[in-house]
């Protein structure tokens, strides 16, 4: 007889407490680096820079307050929500319309076209400021919302494309041929018949772009400006407010900035992986 | 409308053979917006930067730009400092994508053993949150707990008798410290990866292989490797890929040092366009990086491919 068929149900128990633990231990471990910016920003400002570091405080909400009320924090926060929204809405929306012919009608070029739509997120960012930089500077585009309105709005295109064509793959046509049949309109059925059945591709696509876009750094920091700057140059400069590092303003800002990061992983967490495989890996957690 | 059975079965016999086939204006008409996106904010940079990247052309001096041939891209495989930080990259890459790969796996088992674990969806979250962080931030949170003088993680070493250490000007440390926060934050990816490729193994599959006890080596070798292994490689390609990009972080953090021990392509190439202003020469580097791009999608669209072919034949 196999070991395993002798085996206990308390043996077996004694393991999932053993595994349970250790999985525990890993995520918080992980964890303690954001765990120690959060504890940071509700630190008291003058304990700080204490050495050695306070692990005890009475927590306080005035940083927080501080640095919200701190001349562009929230002008940071508003113009990412501005920018982010639309240009991710409008993505969706003409990234939608060519899934479905990508998908539906296969036209020539088809897997030529989704290469170099996979390619963008491949090349470092970098490579690209100085073209949109001088780009920009012609067209009299920078610091403007609609110019990063443009901008994000291309850099989001792929990424929903590869998901949304993934998702409308799905879709078997034999709903398209339906809708034809009865006489529906064209855009009747991509609205009424498909959109319906591929509302979690469409969910994934703007969470993660949302994600993606309010992360985005350097062409913001060499794109926009003073007007329009959103939240990483916002912490990009809060190292350099007033001279001297403050350490509490930086933390607080941090923490205004994950913690919104943390609840969507919460709440959308099964779409984790499509969004960081940029809609090439689907399946489950 | 209404339609009889009857009536539906000869409208689809009279359908055309091809619905889809028939609608070309409509499938073109339906791209045209993200292809003009596509030709405005794509094509045109990069044929800009092409152009460019043949061009003497520097913003600080006041020379008009002129054309001269092949001269940047001589310069830039000449130039020693940024072949060293090419291979740099690639060092960074390569140990950076091992541990995370190592660790990713560990971990992404672990959670996978426990399916029903109490609270698995908060642990998740509180491990996955590192990744979807910005490196701009990351790079902010560990300059503070490397701190020297007030940082948390010199009070730990201190305490275990070690000597305060400032890890990110020290010549020898800075650079394995930067392999240690990009492993921090994206060994949660490779989990992630690992979770979503021992998914894809039929449920079926495993549990016939465990009412045969067929020993787990045996189970990994014939049963999951075949199916984990296409996702497994894409969460590397990726990362490798990322890791090849990376700019935020040592931007931040070192700044390329100290001296040029952290400088990696991304940085160089950001420094060449926006210290020094040598447009004509960093494109040809945006040129040679673009090309690199290129050859890994290619790479990457093979494994995917061969993951559906695998599939279907499945």
């Not at chain 2, 993200?34 to 520097?58: E, K």
């Not at chain 2, 070192?254 to 020094?276: C, V």
Request: aromatic share 16%; hydrophobic share 55%; net charge positive.
């Amino acid at each position: 007889m196999s070991r395993e068929i002798v085996m206990k149900p308390s043996n077996e128990k004694a393991t999932k407490i053993t595994l349970t633990i250790t999985c525990w231990v890993t995520a918080i471990i992980f964890f303690l680096p954001i765990a120690w910016i959060i504890a940071t920003a509700l630190k008291p400002k003058e304990t700080v820079l204490d050495i050695p570091p306070k692990f005890i405080f009475v927590p306080t909400l005035k940083n927080l307050l501080d640095a919200l009320q701190f001349s562009n924090t929230l002008a940071y926060f508003v113009n990412s929500v501005i920018y982010s929204f639309i240009a991710v809405f409008l993505a969706i929306f003409v990234s939608f319309l060519a899934s479905y012919s990508f998908s539906r009608f296969k036209p020539a070029g088809t897997d030529f076209i989704m290469f170099l739509l996979l390619s963008t997120r491949f090349v470092p960012a970098a490579a690209f400021v100085i073209p949109f930089f001088q780009l920009f500077n012609i067209l009299q585009l920078k610091d403007s919302f609609i110019g990063l309105i443009i901008f994000y709005t291309m850099f989001s295109i792929p990424f929903s494309v590869w998901i949304l064509k993934g998702f409308i793959d799905g879709v078997s046509s034999k709903f398209d041929e339906t809708g034809l049949v009865y006489g529906a309109s064209r855009p009747h059925i991509m609205f009424k018949l498909v959109l319906p059945q591929v509302r979690s591709g469409l969910v994934a696509a703007f969470v993660f772009n949302i994600i993606f876009v309010w992360n985005e750094f350097l062409f913001n920091f060499q794109l926009g400006g003073l007007n329009t700057y959103g939240i990483p140059v916002g912490l990009f400069t809060s190292i350099t407010k007033g001279g001297q590092v403050d350490w509490s303003f930086v933390a607080s800002i941090g923490t205004l900035y994950v913690l919104p990061l943390a609840l969507v992983i919460f709440f959308f967490q099964k779409y984790l992986l499509v969004g960081l495989t940029f809609g090439t890996v689907r399946g489950e957690v | 409308m209404s339609v009889s059975p009857r009536d539906f079965e000869a409208k689809i016999k009279e359908r055309p053979k091809n619905v889809f086939k028939t609608n070309r204006g409509i499938s073109w008409l339906l791209l045209t917006p993200v292809l003009i996106f596509f030709a405005l904010l794509n094509v045109l940079p990069t044929l800009w930067m092409l152009g460019l990247s043949f061009y003497d052309y520097t913003l600080t001096s006041y020379k008009p730009p002129s054309f001269n041939g092949l001269t940047n891209y001589l310069d830039f495989v000449k130039n020693e400092q940024l072949s060293a930080s090419v291979s740099r990259t690639f060092l960074f890459l390569f140990l950076a994508v091992i541990f995370q790969t190592l660790l990713g796996i560990l971990i992404g088992v672990f959670f996978w053993k426990n399916e029903n674990m109490p609270g698995r969806r908060l642990a998740l979250t509180l491990f996955f949150t590192p990744m979807v962080v910005t490196p701009i931030a990351t790079a902010l949170f560990w300059k503070l707990m490397l701190d020297p003088t007030f940082g948390v993680v010199n009070h730990f070493i201190t305490s275990l008798g070690f000597e305060r250490t400032d890890f990110l000007t020290n010549s020898s440390l800075a650079f394995p410290t930067l392999i240690v926060v990009d492993t921090w934050m994206w060994t949660p990816f490779m989990a992630l990866m690992t979770l979503a490729a021992l998914g894809s193994v039929p449920k079926a599959e495993l549990e016939a292989a465990s009412v045969d006890r067929l020993p787990i080596r045996r189970q990994i070798s014939t049963i999951i490797w075949p199916h984990a292994k296409f996702i497994l490689m894409l969460g590397i390609l990726l990362r490798s890929i990322d890791a090849f990009k990376t700019m935020d972080l040592t931007y931040i953090m070192t700044n390329g040092g100290p001296g040029d021990t952290t400088e990696l392509i991304a940085l160089s190439l950001y420094r060449f366009a926006f210290k020094s202003f040598k447009l004509g020469y960093s494109s040809a580097v945006s040129v040679f990086l673009l090309f690199i791009a290129i050859a890994l999608t290619a790479i990457y669209l093979y494994v995917l491919n061969a993951r559906k072919k695998a599939e279907e034949s499945a």
